[in-house]
């Protein structure tokens, strides 16, 4: 069945850097465009990332341009995400998510990541 | 940015009874290419992450239960259980995906 696992999150201190991965499975990979959406603790969802199926177009929210960079190895199923320079206000469930038909139709189960000194 | 901005916040409905919240967005989804409307309803419950129920404001998924229903056009959308279940109970968010950044509405709380 379509699948989607993230993992890398954990905990960093501030200003420190974490890559995060998301393994796809049970569908053409290559066929699609993807997202990442983070939900921080307690709060609402904030979509942050979008690559197309060919990587020829990126974008990112602006609260994280500049010191995110999404990518994505088609050859082996993966999604990514290299976070830089973190903040506090990075704390949340990272979530990748696969853009359908419409939008966003399969999501992971999420990764944490948490900024504290 | 497209500011997604829901209501209420919370509401509380018995089982069986019908629930309706709604979801205006600051500029319309509607495309006048396709005259479909960039609107979509996800559902999230405690310790999982959301699931999309309603795309293009009134196509529901594959799978979703016919007591859901979406409808609006532009910048105004309802999302409607029409008798509501035990399972039923989550946050429910609306997403517009007309241009980047994608953007959620705060969210609203449906309690039995």
């Known amino acids: 069945q379509v699948q989607l696992v993230e993992s890398g999150g954990g905990l960093v201190k501030p200003g420190g850097s974490l890559r995060l991965s998301c393994s796809a499975s049970?569908?053409?990979?290559?066929?699609?465009?993807m997202s990442w959406i983070r939900q921080a603790p307690g709060k609402g969802l904030q979509w942050i990332s979008y690559?197309?199926?060919?990587?020829?177009?990126?974008s990112y929210a602006d609260s994280v341009k500049g010191r995110f960079t999404i990518s994505r190895d088609n050859t082996k199923n993966s999604l990514f995400l290299q976070m830089n320079r973190l903040t506090d206000e990075d704390t949340a469930v990272y979530y990748c998510a696969r853009d359908g038909p419409a939008t966003d139709d399969t999501w992971g189960q999420g990764t944490l990541v948490t900024v504290s000194s | 940015d497209i500011v997604m901005t829901q209501s209420p916040d919370s509401l509380a409905v018995s089982l069986g009874e019908r629930a309706a919240f709604n979801c205006k967005s600051s500029q319309s989804l509607l495309s006048r290419s396709n005259n479909k409307n960039y609107l979509a309803w996800f559902q999230q419950k405690p310790g999982q992450p959301p699931k999309l129920i309603i795309s293009w404001a009134s196509s529901r998924e594959l799978g979703v239960p016919d007591r859901f229903s979406g409808s609006g056009s532009g910048t105004d959308f309802t999302l409607t259980i029409s008798s509501l279940q035990g399972e039923d109970a989550a946050l429910y968010y609306c997403?517009?995906?007309?241009?980047?950044?994608?953007?959620f509405g705060q969210g609203t709380k449906v309690e039995i």
């Open positions: 997403q517009q995906y007309y241009e980047t950044p994608r953007t």
């Open positions: 690559i197309s199926h060919t990587s020829t177009y990126t």
């Open positions: 049970g569908f053409t990979f290559g066929g699609y465009s």
